[in-house]
T-cell receptor, first 115, second 114 residues
Framework: NAGVTQTPKFQVLKTGQSMTLQCAQD?????MSWYRQDPGMGLRLIHY???????DQGEVPNGYNVSRSTTEDFPLRLLSAAPSQTSVYFC??????????????FGPGTRLTVL | GNSVTQMEGPVTLSEEAFLTINCTYT??????LFWYVQYPGEGLQLLLK?????DKGSNKGFEATYRKETTSFHLEKGSVQVSDSAVYFC?????????????FGRGTSLIVHP
């Protein structure tokens, strides 16, 4: 199993550009999510999904879109990049048993800089 | 709603010192509790977990006991090493209120000096 994979590892964008951060998992997990991590802020949830075709907003969804067309993939789209979106982005997945997460598996992260 | 509070860092220790990182929680149901570790430049990975009251999770010399009466899940290690330097996150998963969203603490940075 590759676990959770993310691409790219690093990205530099100019203000106003758009891009898609890719996330894939091969563990057949129902739940997938995107977090951003900023110094002193811990992890903040952007969007999450409990299955193919189902997505919902987290704590900081503005400026980001997601879709979940398959169980494996959960891409995050930045619509018009802003310097405030400079951050490290983590994708995570987990199995749900009666609504309880057993363990979250995290990808290695994408380090994004917006100039 | 659910919440996790952990002690602020950084925690700075000498090698072989005893480590405690405090974590307390509030939850509407009966949560599962987790400690995750994040090494520099990497994603989070599960360190240990406990799924019911009085359970003790353990891994790599780290331990934490699920204390329902004090709503706590403190992380301990008897003798830390330089390689333990990382950020540690306490987290819970609880279906209370119908939420699927796990709750994370803000993380505690541990720095171990030789």
């Amino acid at each position: 199993n590759a676990g959770v994979t993310q691409t790219p590892k690093f990205q530099v964008l100019k203000t106003g550009q758009s891009m898609t951060l890719q996330c894939a998992q091969d563990m057949n997990h129902e739940y997938m999510s995107w977090y951003r991590q900023d110094p002193g802020m811990g992890l903040r949830l952007i969007h999450y999904s409990v299955g193919a075709g189902i997505t919902d907003q987290g704590e900081v969804p503005n400026g980001y879109n997601v879709s979940r067309s398959t169980t494996e993939d959960f891409p995050l789209r930045l619509l018009s990049a802003a310097p405030s979106q400079t951050s490290v982005y983590f994708c995570a997945s987990s199995a749900l048993a009666g609504g309880i997460h057993n363990e979250q598996f995290f990808g290695p992260g994408t380090r994004l800089t917006v100039l | 709603g659910n919440s996790v509070t952990q002690m602020e860092g950084p925690v700075t220790l000498s090698e072989e010192a005893f480590l405690t990182i405090n974590c307390t929680y509030t939850a509407t149901g009966y949560p599962s509790l987790f400690w995750y570790v994040q090494y520099p430049g990497e994603g989070l990975q599960l360190l240990l977990k406990a799924t019911k009251a009085d359970d003790k999770g353990s891994n790599k010399g780290f331990e934490a006991t699920y204390r329902k009466e004090t709503t706590s899940f403190h992380l301990e290690k008897g003798s830390v090493q330089v390689s333990d330097s990382a950020v540690y996150f306490c987290a819970l998963s609880d279906q209370g209120g119908g939420s699927y969203i796990p709750t994370f603490g803000r993380g505690t940075s541990l720095i171990v000096h030789p």
